[in-house]
C-alpha cells in the first residue's frame, strides 16, 4: 500500500483553498498555485515522520487527480473542469440535502490565520514524529487532520467556491477513499470494489432481552462484530476504506487507535503516546461540541476519555448492523466471512476474559480471568459455532458498476456540446460511477449465513449445563439454552433452586464466599431464565465492559427520580429500598408482588414537582426514525420552494467572479443545463409507490450522489447519533442504538418528551447545521422530518421486549397514518394510541402538565366519547368545523373551574385536532393504528396521555 500517495490525497487541496484564490494574505506556503500550497504544507506535516514528505511523483499525481475528479462529480454541481481566468466568490456554505440552508463563510483575520495554521501543522507534526511506521503515519493523520484544525479555531469551508455545498474536508476524506479503486498512472482499477456488510435480523437479535441491559448488551454485540470486521480492512488498507458509518467523529475509531497505535511518545505531552494523543483530542472536541462540560472536569478518574467511552460506547452503540466499504480488490470483499468470524471470536474471548491481543476491543473490558461471570462465560461458549451471529454481504467490481454507469449515461443523453464539458462520454461516466456503483449493489440479492447450532448428525454444537433434552431460549426461539436456571423464592428474594445452585457451583467451584458469588451471578443470570449461548455472551460482554451489572428497567424508571432527589421525599425504609433498586435490586423482592411496589411510591413519597409525573415503575420506550433517509443517500434533496430547479441554483451558484466573468456565466448555465438533464433520473430515484412523495414534496430535486456527497451525509449522521445519546444520557435514560437517523431509548417519564423535543431539534441542527465550534460547522440532515413513537409501560407487569416491538409497530403505523410524515404516536401499553405531528409536541406536554396539575379532568376522553362518536368517515370542511366546535364545548366542561390555564387549553386541542383534520391520513390511519378518524384519535391520545399520571 502506496501510504504516501494516500496522504497526499488526503491533503491534495489545502483546508483553506477557498481563501487561498480570494486573497493573497492567506496564502502562506506557495503564493501560486493552491496545490503547491497544499504539497508544502503536507511536507511540513510530514517532516520527520515515516512518510518522510517530499514531492509527489508524477504516477501519485495523476492517481490523486483521477480520485479527486470521482470522489467530487456531481456536487459541483457538474462543473466543467476549471479552465482558470475567474474564481467565484461564494458568501455562503449550503446544506447539500437541503439548500433552504446555509451559513456564511468566516473570513479570519489574515494573521490570525496564518498563527493558527502554523500551529495547526506544527500541532499535528507532533503526533506524526511519534508513529512507527508509514501506515500508522497515515491512520494518524486521517485521525487528527480535521479534529485539529476545528480545535484551532478554524473555519469551516467549501470544497469548491463555484458550488459552495459541502465541505473541503468531506471532499478530501471522499477523494482518500477512491484512491482504493484508482491504478497506477490514474487509470481507473477494473478490480475495485464497493462491500456492503450487514447483520441481518437485527432487531431480533437486540430484542431477546428480559432487561435494558439485554438490550444494550445486544447493541453492543452486533456494533462491535460490525466494527472490528471493518477494522480489519481499515487496518490493511487504511481507514479510508470505510465509507459509513465513517471514522469521522467516530469514536470507535479513536479508541481502536488508542488501543493499537502505540508509537514513541510525543514531547510535551507526558507519556501519551500518539494513538491516545489523537484519541484526546477527540474527546476535547466532543467536549466543545456537545457542551459536555462535565467532561471538562478537572481531576475526574480516567480524564475525559473514560466519560466519552461511557457515553458513547457503553452506554450507547452508534455503530449500526450495516456498513460500506470501497475496497480496492473484490478478492479482499469475499473474506468478509473469514473477518466477522474473526471479529465474533475476539469479542467472544475479550467476553469471558481473556482478550486478544491481535484484535483488541476498541474499549478495554474490565473483567478479568477470575470473574465468575466471564469463567461461566467461558464454560458455556467453549464449544459455540464460529459465526454465532447472522452475516449477509454483498459486492459490486468498478468495472460492472462502469458499464452501469456508461448505460446510465447513454440514458440520459446530453447534447454534444454539454457531453463535451462534462469530458465526454468516459468523463460522464466517471462522474457517473459511484452512483452506479450504489444502484448496481441494491440490485443484488445476498443470502446470509445464519448459525448453525446442530452438526449434521444432530450433534449439538453448543455446550448444554444441565440435565435432560435440550429446550430452547426463554428470550430467543431460534437459540438452544445453554443454561436452564431454575428459580425458588426464598424470604421474598428470588433464588436459584438446588439443582441450578448445584450445577453452577460446580462449574465455578464455588467455596468461601458463596454467597457472595450466588448474589453477583444473580445480578447477571436471573433465575428462571433460560439462556442461549448468545443471550451469555451478551450478558458477559456487557458485564465486562460497564465493568459489572446489567440494568432493568425498573432501574430506568427510578434513576431520573433518584438523581434529582425525589427519594429524600420519601420513608427511610422506602428510600433505601428504591437506592437498592437503582443500583440493581429487584422491586419485587423489595417492595412485593405488583401492585404494592407502585403502591409503595405513591402512598409513601410525596411529590417534589407537581409539574413532574409523580415516581412511578412505568417508564417510557422512546423509538424515533428519520423520515425518507433512503432517499436522502439516493441524492433526493430539497431545493427551492415551488420547485424551480433553475431558480435553486442560481440561488447557490455565487454571483460574481473575479477575473473572466462572462466565462462563469457561461460555466453556470452549464451547470444549470446539466442539472436539470439529470432529474430525467428523480422519478425513478425519488417516487414512491403510491406517486404521493414529490406530491407531497414538489421542491424535491436529484442530485448524483457522490463520494463527497456520501462522505458528508455520513459525517452528518454521525455527529446526529453523538447528540442523541447525549440527550437521552443527560436526562439519565438508556440508549439501546443512536444510528444518526435512528433511535431506541428507554427513558422514565419525566424526561421522554424532553428526548423526544432535543433529539428532533438536534437532527435539524441549528439554522440546518451541526455547529461543532463558532466558527465550524457540518450539515445536519435536515432535508425531511423524523417520526417518533413514545410508549408508556410497565417495568414489572409488562414484557419489555413485546412492547418494543409495538412502540416499533407503532412508529411505522404512525408514518402511514400522517401526510409528509414527521409524526409522533403516543401509546400505553394499556392499549391506547394517538398521533400528532411532531411539530405539535409542545401542545402535547401542556396538555400533559394540565393533567398534572389537575386543569384538566381525566374524564375528558370519556365525555368527548359520550357526546359524540362518529360512524363512517366524514369529510368536508362543515364537518370539521362542527368537530372543532364540539371539541371546544366539552373541553371547557371538563376544565377545571377558575383555572388561568383554561382558555389556553382549549385552544391547544384545538389546534391539534385541526392538525390532524390537515394530515391525516384516514385509510393508513383505520388499518394500522384502528383510528376512525381525526376525533377518534384525540380521544385514544388523551387517554393514552393519562399515562403519564
Given amino acids: 500500500m502506496d501510504w504516501f500517495a494516500k496522504a497526499y490525497a488526503l491533503l491534495h487541496d489545502p483546508p483553506h483553498k477557498a481563501l487561498w484564490f480570494e486573497d493573497e494574505k492567506y496564502r502562506v506556503f506557495d503564493k501560486e498555485s493552491h496545490e503547491g500550497e497544499a504539497r508544502k504544507m503536507l511536507d511540513e506535516m510530514l517532516r520527520g515522520t515515516p512518510l518522510g514528505g517530499g514531492a509527489p511523483s508524477r504516477d501519485v499525481t495523476m492517481r490523486v487527480k483521477t480520485a479527486d475528479r470521482i470522489a467530487a462529480s456531481f456536487d459541483r454541481w457538474a462543473l466543467p473542469e476549471p479552465a482558470g481566468g475567474y474564481w467565484a466568490v461564494a458568501e455562503a456554505l449550503y446544506n447539500p440535502f437541503n439548500l433552504q440552508y446555509s451559513m456564511r463563510i468566516e473570513r479570519p483575520d489574515p494573521k490570525a490565520f496564518r498563527s493558527a495554521l502554523e500551529d495547526y501543522i506544527r500541532r499535528a507534526n507532533e503526533i506524526l514524529r511519534a508513529a512507527r511506521n508509514d501506515r500508522e503515519t497515515y491512520v494518524l493523520l486521517y485521525a487528527v487532520a480535521e479534529p485539529l484544525w476545528i480545535l484551532k479555531g478554524l473555519p469551516a469551508l467549501p470544497a469548491d467556491t463555484r458550488a459552495p455545498t459541502h465541505t473541503v474536508f468531506d471532499h478530501l476524506y471522499a477523494t482518500a477513499s477512491m484512491m482504493n479503486w484508482v491504478d497506477g498512472g490514474g487509470s481507473l482499477s477494473p478490480r475495485g470494489c464497493l462491500l456492503e456488510i450487514d447483520v441481518p435480523g437485527i432487531q431480533r437479535i437486540i430484542g431477546s432481552a428480559r432487561k435494558a441491559g439485554d438490550y444494550r448488551a445486544g447493541s453492543l454485540l452486533v456494533s462491535l462484530a460490525v466494527w472490528l470486521t471493518a477494522w480489519q480492512y481499515m487496518r490493511k488498507y487504511g481507514p479510508d476504506v470505510l465509507l459509513s458509518p465513517t471514522p469521522r467523529f467516530n469514536p470507535l475509531f479513536y479508541f481502536q487507535l488508542a488501543r493499537e497505535i502505540k508509537g514513541g511518545e510525543i514531547e510535551g505531552a507526558g507519556k501519551r503516546a500518539p494513538g491516545e494523543r489523537a484519541l484526546e483530542l477527540y474527546a476535547e472536541l466532543v467536549v466543545k461540541a456537545l457542551g459536555l462540560k462535565a467532561l471538562g472536569e478537572e481531576g475526574r478518574e480516567g480524564g475525559p476519555e473514560r466519560l466519552i467511552a461511557e457515553y458513547f460506547i457503553e452506554r450507547a452503540s452508534v455503530i449500526p448492523g450495516t456498513a460500506y466499504l470501497a475496497l480496492p480488490d473484490c478478492a479482499e ?199 442461549g449461548p448468545v443471550d451469555v455472551l451478551k450478558r458477559a460482554l456487557y458485564y465486562a465492559v460497564a465493568g459489572g451489572g446489567i440494568p432493568s428497567v425498573q432501574e430506568t424508571a427510578l434513576r431520573w427520580y433518584y438523581n434529582r432527589g425525589w427519594a429524600e421525599a420519601c420513608d427511610d425504609s422506602v428510600r433505601r429500598g428504591i437506592e437498592e433498586i437503582v443500583g440493581g435490586g429487584d422491586a419485587e423482592e423489595i417492595f412485593g408482588q405488583p401492585p404494592a411496589p407502585d403502591a409503595v411510591l405513591r402512598q409513601r413519597c410525596k411529590r417534589k414537582e407537581t409539574d413532574k409525573p409523580p415516581m412511578s415503575f412505568t417508564y417510557a420506550i422512546v423509538r424515533a426514525d428519520g423520515d425518507y433517509v433512503g432517499r436522502l443517500a439516493r441524492g433526493c434533496v430539497r431545493g427551492r420552494a415551488g420547485g424551480a430547479v433553475e431558480q435553486a441554483l442560481e440561488d447557490v451558484l455565487p454571483r460574481e467572479a473575479r477575473g473572466d466573468a462572462e466565462r462563469w456565466r457561461e460555466d453556470g448555465r452549464l451547470v444549470i443545463e446539466a442539472f436539470k438533464l439529470v432529474q430525467k433520473l428523480r422519478g425513478k430515484e425519488c417516487e414512491d409507490a403510491t406517486g404521493e412523495f414529490l406530491k407531497e414534496f414538489p421542491d424535491v430535486m436529484f442530485v448524483v450522489p457522490s463520494p463527497s456527497y456520501y462522505a458528508a451525509l455520513s459525517a452528518s449522521l454521525m455527529i446526529t447519533a453523538l447528540k442523541d445519546a447525549k440527550a437521552v444520557i443527560e436526562r439519565d435514560g438508556d440508549v439501546v442504538f443512536a444510528g444518526g437517523d435512528d433511535l431506541l431509548a428507554f427513558a422514565a417519564r419525566p424526561a421522554a418528551l424532553e428526548i423526544v423535543e432535543e433529539t428532533r431539534r438536534a437532527y435539524h441542527g441549528d439554522g440546518g447545521f451541526h455547529r461543532l465550534t463558532d466558527s465550524y460547522a457540518v450539515p445536519a440532515p435536515a432535508a425531511y422530518g423524523r417520526s417518533y413513537s413514545v410508549r408508556l409501560t410497565h417495568s414489572i407487569t409488562d414484557f419489555m421486549a413485546i412492547e418494543v416491538d409495538e412502540a416499533s409497530r407503532l412508529l411505522e403505523a404512525a408514518k402511514s397514518a400522517v401526510r409528509g410524515k414527521d409524526a409522533l404516536v403516543i401509546s400505553a401499553s394499556t392499549g391506547h394510541a394517538g398521533v400528532v405531528r411532531m411539530l405539535d409536541v409542545g401542545e402535547v406536554e401542556r396538555v400533559v402538565k394540565a393533567y398534572l396539575a389537575g386543569d384538566l379532568s381525566r374524564n375528558l376522553p370519556h365525555d368527548m366519547e359520550a357526546v359524540y362518536t362518529p360512524g363512517a368517515p366524514v369529510g368536508g370542511s362543515d364537518a370539521r368545523r362542527a368537530e372543532e366546535i364540539l371539541l371546544a364545548y366539552t373541553v371547557r366542561r371538563n376544565v377545571r373551574r377558575g383555572s388561568k390555564a383554561g382558555d389556553g387549553l382549549v385552544e391547544a386541542l384545538v389546534r391539534l385536532h385541526g392538525a390532524m383534520w390537515d394530515y391525516f391520513r384516514l385509510e393508513g390511519a383505520r388499518d394500522r393504528l384502528g383510528l376512525a378518524g381525526p376525533w377518534h384519535n384525540m380521544v385514544e391520545l388523551l387517554k393514552a396521555l393519562r399515562e403519564f399520571l
Fill in 333 to 531: 470483499a469475499e473474506r468478509a466471512p473469514e473477518y466477522f468470524e474473526a471479529a465474533l471470536s475476539a469479542i467472544k474471548d475479550a467476553a469471558c476474559g481473556s482478550e486478544r491481543e491481535d484484535l483488541p476491543l476498541p474499549v478495554r473490558p474490565a473483567a478479568v480471568r477470575d470473574n465468575h461471570v466471564a469463567r461461566l462465560a467461558r464454560r458455556v461458549l467453549e464449544r459455540t459455532p464460529a459465526l454465532y451471529l447472522p452475516l449477509r454481504h454483498r459486492c459490486v467490481s468498478v468495472e460492472d458498476a462502469l458499464r452501469e454507469a456508461e448505460r446510465v449515461a447513454r440514458e440520459l443523453a446530453p447534447p454534444d456540446h454539454l457531453l463535451r464539458a462534462l469530458g465526454g462520454e468516459r468523463g460522464l461516466a466517471e462522474r457517473l460511477l459511484f452512483y452506479a456503483a450504489w444502484r448496481l449493489l441494491h440490485r443484488k440479492v445476498a443470502a446470509p449465513r445464519a448459525p448453525s447450532w446442530f452438526s449434521e448428525g444432530g450433534r449439538p454444537n453448543f455446550v448444554k449445563l444441565y440435565e435432560g433434552p435440550w429446550i430452547h431460549s426463554t428470550l430467543d426461539p431460534d437459540q438452544p439454552a445453554s443454561l436452564r436456571l431454575g428459580g425458588v423464592v426464598r424470604e421474598r428474594r428470588l433464588d436459584y433452586d438446588e439443582e441450578t445452585w448445584s450445577v453452577l457451583s460446580r462449574e465455578l467451584g464455588a467455596g468461601e464466599g458463596a454467597e457472595k458469588l450466588r448474589e453477583e451471578l444473580k445480578k447477571v443470570f436471573k433465575p428462571k431464565e433460560a439462556l
